[in-house]
């Protein structure tokens, strides 16, 4: 176990019983009587509440609806494994034969839970405050720019994707019009799929009306 | 907002800021510009945190998957329910008249948000412990015996439920063998559907042998 040192300079955190942050980094593959999937169980709920209280202070204004939506753009697999590539995880897991040579080290799946173990593992260890510290610098790192147009709506991205996989079309924005003075105009964007108007949104820039007009098409097209 | 004293008294904890718990007995219907839907946000992952803490290390030795169902059982609106009964939190919740003359303070729904989003302002007030305290002591009120077969694994009712709806049989349970001295005998069980073999396991009581026998059954119907 010499070589977790490394691991534990890199969290910032050296434990005191070693044999916790082993059980955090052995998947179950190893058939070994224990494995990291109790640790993640806790770990997993240890980042929904880290996670979850950061957004809550960062936007104290935001509806509870967006912030689910931006912790669950945060709070996920993909999310986890870049983490636990941040801290070089893949490294350090332990795992059968057949699952390293199966690409196991590298599988985000596999590097998610031991990323969620570990925050476990420190969490029994050391309590709340030391985890918080630890995953919300990795949070930090990995999404330098954390907001809602940024994270989460991306309406424009997303209509397109459903229109041109159902219907082979492209959304059309057009702007029908503006009106109010020029440091606090309003603009009005029409969008069309195939000629025909689907919804029409105002904004306080072209790309907000766009984004707005995108979502109202979204919600139709849904029902 | 003299009359929250009762309610503090019950919950064992005296907020420093009385605004936060009148926010977090809010419902959004009273259109007023704060509701509890961000501190219920909050509260909601506090809990998971709590009863998953808790299970893991009253329970040391089970599975992820069972700690899982376990949680589920004790960490959904029903159980919220019981216990925001338990503080009479339905008294003190701000509501629309409509939402009032529709039952609102009875609702499952409306006390469980409100006893999350209590937990939440509980611990963004005096962290994680304080509500820890509460949260536990009240979950163990409301379930006196937290255990697997208790709250989880009734496999039989289950696999009727399904045998029923779907086939319109009920299963039933053949004693096929029994082996064993007396203070340690093995029950064979075998279950069938229609007359046809589906299941059959062994266990220290009849009961718990159903049980296993019905668990692969439900397993081999979901196929």
Not at 116 to 141: D, H, P, S, T, W
Not at 152 to 171: H, N, R, S
Request: with cysteine; aromatic share 8%; net charge neutral.
């Amino acid at each position: 176990m010499k070589k977790l040192e490394n691991l534990q300079k890199q969290l910032g955190y050296e434990f005191k019983n070693i044999k916790i942050l082993n059980e955090a980094l052995t998947h179950k593959s190893t058939k070994m009587p224990y494995n990291n999937e109790r640790l993640e169980f806790l770990g997993d709920a240890v980042m929904d509440l880290i996670v979850g209280e950061y957004l809550f202070k960062k936007f104290n204004k935001i509806a509870e609806g967006d912030m689910s939506k931006l912790r669950a753009a945060l709070v996920n697999e993909k999310s986890f494994a870049m983490m636990a590539k941040e801290l070089k995880i893949g490294e350090y897991i332990n795992l059968s034969l057949a699952e390293e040579n199966n690409g196991g080290r590298e599988k985000i799946s596999l590097l998610s839970d031991a990323y969620e173990a570990i925050m476990g593992a420190v969490y029994l260890e050391a309590g709340l405050e030391k985890v918080r510290e630890i995953a919300i610098n990795l949070l930090e790192i990995c999404y330098p720019k954390i907001d809602l147009t940024n994270l989460v709506k991306d309406y424009k991205t997303a209509l397109q994707e459903i229109t041109q996989a159902d219907f082979g079309v492209t959304p059309v924005y057009e702007l029908t019009g503006s009106s109010g003075p020029d440091h606090k105009k309003e603009f009005e964007i029409a969008l069309l799929l195939n000629g025909k108007e689907i919804s029409r949104a105002t904004g306080g820039s072209k790309k907000e009306a766009q984004q707005t007009a995108a979502k109202i098409a979204l919600e139709k097209l849904k029902k």
